[in-house]
């Protein structure tokens, strides 16, 4: 009985030898896969580090370039219209034959825009008033898609353009229409 046991033992130590090797193999494997897990996070936080270094840069590009930060920019995208509303008068008006330099009574032209909506007065540089109308505007970048509306006693008439803003600061807008061509400057409105 002492030989049957004793062999039992030697069995059972031999076939957990193996046990013990494919344990060992199993853990091996598994800090292998750690650890290349680890690099893989490593490689991936030197990339946005990367990435974000690339945005500050193009940033800074931006800011060298439009004068302008970036956060600033996209803040102005959000607010484009709330940018545009108040009066604005007319400074030059490009395109238009007779109106290409304004005097003090052209100047007193103007645009005020509200929401969706806009007002002109144009007067001739006589003093007469030329136009008093509005209608709507759609702006999407800097395309300002605008119905303008005309009525008479008879009537109400209806046309749709484009504008194509150039240039807008808190104080300057330059638009170009696209169906006249006319380019027009505008002021804020003064104090």
Known sequence: MKTKTI????LGGTL??????TEAQFLKKLGKKAKESAERGVER??????????????EKAIETVFGVPKSVMDKKEDNEKD??????YYESLEGV???????????KSNITYSANSYHVQFYDN???LLTDSGGTFELEDNIMKVTA???DEMSTTKITTTQTIMEQTQNRLVMK???????VTLVREKE
């Open 126 to 128: 006589d003093c007469n």
């Open 7 to 10: 062999m039992l033992i030697l």
């Open 97 to 107: 034959p007779g109106y290409e330099n304004l005097n003090d009574c052209g100047k």
């Open 83 to 88: 940018g545009l509303e108040g009066i604005w």
């Open 149 to 151: 509306e005309a009525k």
């Open 177 to 183: 229409d696209d169906m006249s061509g006319a380019v």
């Open 16 to 21: 957990l030898i193996p046990l013990q090797h």
């Open 45 to 58: 936080t030197v990339e946005r580090k990367a990435e974000q270094k690339a945005e500050e840069s193009t």
